[in-house]
């Protein structure tokens, strides 16, 4: 029996697919190609070029049909840099038409462009006409979007995949359809600086790590690996919803949006806007919204120096010099897989803490999360991912303790220990905080 995707899929000239009314989806990343990527494309084409070689294969392109639109959701990198080799040989077509709204894509095609102008080749017209009559890619059209990921996540792809959460960003995209141009952009400029970011507080370590497992281990499922099979878990409900759980929240948005417009006239803690970890979610702007809360509420608990976690310096009498976040991050045994689980759940548990309740009595809760978390490492030859997830889920743990609890009082009142050493392979600063030898 045949695959519907694989009759789908077929080799196609480069000049019939740049004939087409391609388009760039909001929810693509940035044109992230450089000279160095520019140059390799450019090596491969005139090589197979000049050795007069019939037919030269590029890639493959893979396209979501919406309406009149055929957007791209594999293969921008190379159709933009083949857009801008062509204009350079006089060739003119639709792609390069296409608003660029993020910085880096502009710049990089700014620069990627100036080498492709000043770069060596000899027949010009004999060069361009082999793009376009010889030179071919394997075409994928689908007219639905979910499907069109799933098949480009299938492929072996030299460029780097999508992340699930672009699927995210797509969907809630689509919800924003009626919203101003500027404040799509705004969000899609927020989400991308976001993904690229090599700062501790980055899109994967937000979504995959903080925001999904939260999540997931509310309802008491598993959090280990956020999948396109997932997407459900931050996909919420429409702006126009009138459910009458909802109105607490829209109400609660309502008193924000006016408290920021007149600041002067309700008290300052409903001028900034909040978010649960495990609120119902609203589709949409709301959504960019609830991320980027989030992103810049874990860089003020855990950047090292200034967070508030390096606020405390001492745990059970024993001195920690730079703080706990810094003291965890460079303990000598933080390299094996074990102790970053054991640290992502310490990181989930005093974020979860500081949602519920801010920053009352923070520091004796971050030393009371440190010892809950880190008894397991005495408790467990091996931790896995399942060893942390089983104390997440615990009805007996802290973070249930947390759940139930109405009052900062009421968690603090929460006491561990270790129930039976195991293991003594640890750090002798994390010995001495627990009285081990």
Known sequence: ??????????????????????????????????????????????????????????????????GKNFDIVDGQQRL??????????????????????????????????????????????????????????????????????????????????????????????????DKPKEIVHHCVERWEKSALSQEINNLDKIINYILFRLRQWHYQESGEVFTSDEL?????????????????????????????????????RFVKTNFQTIQTLINGEQFFDYVQYYSELYEKLFKEGSGLVDKVKKINGEDIEKGVNTFLNNQEYCYRVGDKYLKNLFECTVLFYFDKFGEVYLDEFISKAFLWVYRIRFEYQRITFKTIEDEAHSKNGLFNHIEKSSTPIQVLRYTSAIREEKFNNIDNKIKKIFGVK
């Not at 019939?16 to 494309?41: A, C, F, N």
């Not at 080749?121 to 006409?129: C, E, G, L, M, V």
């Not at 069109?148 to 809630?172: C, M, T, V, W």
Request: proline share 4%; glycine share 2%.
């Open 232 to 268: 459900e878990t931050f996909k919420g409900v429409s702006e126009s919803a009138t459910y009458p759980y909802l109105s607490p929240l829209f109400a609660t948005k309502v008193v924000e949006k006016l408290a920021q417009q007149n600041p002067m006239f309700y008290h300052p």
């Open 1 to 66: 029996m045949s695959n519907p995707k694989e009759e789908k899929a077929k080799v196609v000239k480069l000049k019939e697919i740049l004939g087409k009314d391609l388009s760039i989806p909001g929810y693509q990343r940035p044109y992230k190609w450089t000279i160095k990527h520019v140059q390799q494309l450019l090596d491969d084409l005139l090589t197979h070029f000049r050795n007069q070689e019939q037919v030269y294969r590029i890639g493959t392109v893979v396209i979501h049909k919406d």
């Open 80 to 177: 933009i840099t083949l857009s801008l080799l062509l204009h350079s040989l006089g060739s003119e077509n639709n792609l390069l038409n296409q608003p660029l709204t993020h910085s880096i894509s502009k710049n990089n095609v700014i620069n990627n462009y100036d080498f492709i102008k000043n770069y060596s080749i000899s027949d010009t017209k004999a060069f361009k006409k082999y793009l376009l009559e010889i030179c071919e890619m394997v075409y994928v059209e689908l007219d639905d979007l979910d499907e069109a990921f799933q098949f480009f996540d299938s492929q072996n792809s030299r460029g780097k995949p999508l992340e699930s959460y672009d699927l995210l960003k797509a969907y809630h995209l689509r919800e924003m359809k």
